[in-house]
């Protein structure tokens, strides 16, 4: 072992990270190790659905650690059962699967669908994702993404999978084939930048995968449990997928995902699916604690309400500053910088103590906790507001 001279060096570098610590965090406020306070609209990407440490997750962790952690995967436990109960009585599906992270859910979705394919379709395994699209960053989910950055890296990738454009129903039609077995996509392009599918694209797209016996997979791993206004993406087009994944948000901080599917679909035998942590009674009961609390009607009205006001005051701080367009749903929204500013923009938000972020140079994202308050809200925008307003006077005198 070598001695690392700085904490920081003894951490795989897989990113660049600004050079403070956190220690702290209560609803939309993060604490850095000298005291300095931040204002929280990134909320660990879209994961603390009630912000920070919120009590109800707290308690829920507190009671079920002292009562049981983990009895073996081989075995049922209360909070795994409440919370897929309380997952089939609020959605379209018949049966769940837990799992660790998105990226594991995801994997999820394939081997069923792979699945589904050998029994019921002579062997049919391809699935067609999309440009742009991101599912994780296992071997299987980056093949199935559609970020370029990724098209150079750990080669040779998992074949089955072909990309076709978002919003273009033509283009998946030319890629079905008697190997297609499934269609995955998320209904907002997250990481690419906040790019919504259209409601009747989803629609044609279900048409489509109906007509040809295919499979649909949402992968709502960004947009799920009440992100994006309703408890579902998927319920704004007014139409149920065969296949879905949970992530980020169910957790509400801790590393929970779902894999779910209508009963046609759920097609697992024993031996083809399984894992030492899925479906532990620790993160059930953190989960089961989000769950119930996001579903609540006055719950998902008041995120509606935040989402539209984060909107329009985004859309006044655009015109303001000769900026484009917003786009997204509920509190998954991104501004159009019009230019490559976006990694500068976050820097002098963070120097101010606000965390925005920015999934492309060109664009912000704002995903703050679904509880989000009006005034947190408008303390963002004034943050943001001083900051858009130094880098055009900057770029004046450039
Ligand atoms: C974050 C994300 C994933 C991957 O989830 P991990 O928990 O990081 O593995 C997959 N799909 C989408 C849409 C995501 O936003």
Same mark, same amino acid.
């Given at each position: 072992?070598?001695?690392?001279?700085? #904490?920081?060096?003894?951490?795989? *570098?897989?990113?660049?990270r600004?050079?403070?610590?956190?220690? &702290?965090?209560?609803?939309?406020?993060?604490?850095?190790?000298?005291?300095?306070?931040?204002?929280?609209?990134?909320?660990?990407?879209a994961?603390?659905?009630?912000?920070?440490?919120?009590d109800?997750?707290?308690?829920?962790?507190?009671?079920?650690?002292?009562?049981?952690?983990?009895?073996?995967?081989?075995?049922?436990?209360?909070?795994? $059962?409440?919370?897929?109960?309380?997952?089939?009585?609020?959605?379209?599906?018949?049966?769940? /699967?837990?799992?660790?992270?998105?990226a594991?859910?995801?994997?999820?979705a394939?081997?069923?669908?792979?699945?589904?394919?050998?029994l019921?379709?002579? !062997?049919?395994?391809?699935? +067609?994702?999309?440009?742009?699209?991101?599912?994780?960053?296992?071997?299987?989910?980056m093949?199935?993404?559609?970020?370029?950055?990724?098209? =150079?890296?750990?080669?040779?990738?998992?074949?089955?999978?072909?990309?076709?454009?978002?919003?273009?129903?033509?283009?998946?039609?030319?890629l079905?084939? &008697?190997?297609t077995?499934?269609?995955?996509?998320?209904?907002?392009?997250?990481?690419?930048?906040?790019?919504?599918?259209? *409601?009747?694209?989803?629609?044609?797209? &279900?048409?489509?995968?109906?007509a040809?016996?295919?499979?649909? +997979?949402?992968d709502?791993i960004?947009?799920?449990?009440?992100?994006?206004?309703?408890?579902?993406?998927?319920?704004?087009?007014?139409?149920? #997928?065969?296949?879905?994944?949970?992530?980020?948000g169910?957790?509400?901080?801790?590393?929970l995902?779902?894999?779910?599917a209508?009963?046609?679909a759920?097609? /697992?035998?024993?031996?083809?699916?399984?894992?030492?942590?899925?479906?532990?009674?620790?993160?059930?009961?953190? !989960?089961?604690?989000?769950?119930?609390?996001?579903? &609540?009607?006055?719950?998902?009205?008041?995120?509606?309400?935040?989402?539209?006001?984060?909107?329009?005051?985004?859309?006044?701080?655009?015109?303001r500053? %000769?900026l484009?367009?917003?786009?997204?749903?509920?509190?998954?929204?991104a501004?159009?910088l019009?230019?490559?500013?976006?990694?500068? +923009?976050?820097?002098?938000?963070?120097?101010? %103590?606000? $965390?925005?972020?920015? =999934?492309?140079?060109?664009?912000?994202?704002?995903?703050?906790?679904?509880?989000?308050?009006?005034?947190?809200?408008?303390?963002?925008?004034?943050?943001?507001?001083?900051?858009?307003?130094?880098?055009? @006077? @900057?770029?004046?005198?450039?």
């Amino acid at each position: 072992m070598t001695y690392a001279s700085h #904490p920081f060096d003894a951490l795989m *570098d897989i990113t660049a990270r600004p050079k403070a610590v956190f220690v &702290r965090g209560k609803g939309s406020y993060l604490w850095d190790e000298s005291g300095k306070r931040y204002l929280d609209f990134m909320q660990g990407w879209a994961v603390n659905s009630l912000g920070h440490s919120p009590d109800v997750i707290a308690d829920a962790l507190a009671a079920q650690s002292a009562l049981l952690l983990t009895p073996s995967p081989a075995f049922y436990n209360g909070p795994s $059962l409440k919370l897929a109960k309380a997952l089939i009585e609020r959605s379209c599906f018949d049966q769940v /699967f837990f799992a660790n992270s998105g990226a594991e859910a995801n994997e999820g979705a394939i081997k069923l669908a792979r699945k589904y394919g050998s029994l019921y379709k002579n !062997g049919a395994h391809e699935i +067609i994702t999309f440009e742009g699209g991101f599912h994780g960053r296992t071997l299987a989910t980056m093949s199935a993404s559609g970020k370029k950055a990724f098209e =150079p890296l750990f080669e040779p990738k998992v074949p089955g999978f072909r990309k076709a454009k978002l919003n273009d129903i033509e283009s998946v039609k030319a890629l079905i084939t &008697r190997s297609t077995v499934a269609v995955m996509l998320e209904p907002i392009q997250g990481e690419a930048g906040v790019w919504p599918a259209t *409601d009747e694209f989803l629609r044609q797209l &279900r048409a489509l995968t109906r007509a040809h016996g295919l499979l649909l +997979i949402f992968d709502e791993i960004q947009t799920g449990v009440g992100r994006t206004g309703k408890l579902f993406h998927y319920e704004h087009a007014g139409i149920e #997928p065969d296949i879905m994944t949970l992530g980020k948000g169910i957790g509400g901080g801790v590393p929970l995902a779902v894999l779910l599917a209508t009963e046609n679909a759920s097609c /697992f035998e024993h031996g083809d699916q399984g894992g030492t942590f899925n479906g532990n009674p620790l993160m059930c009961a953190a !989960g089961l604690a989000v769950l119930e609390t996001v579903s &609540r009607p006055e719950f998902l009205k008041a995120t509606t309400d935040a989402g539209l006001f984060v909107e329009s005051e985004l859309q006044k701080l655009s015109a303001r500053h %000769g900026l484009g367009d917003v786009r997204g749903r509920g509190l998954l929204l991104a501004l159009d910088l019009k230019l490559p500013i976006g990694p500068s +923009i976050v820097a002098q938000a963070f120097a101010e %103590g606000v $965390l925005i972020n920015s =999934p492309q140079p060109d664009a912000l994202r704002f995903m703050p906790a679904l509880n989000v308050t009006r005034e947190e809200i408008s303390l963002m925008i004034g943050c943001l507001d001083a900051v858009l307003t130094k880098a055009g @006077a @900057a770029r004046q005198v450039a």
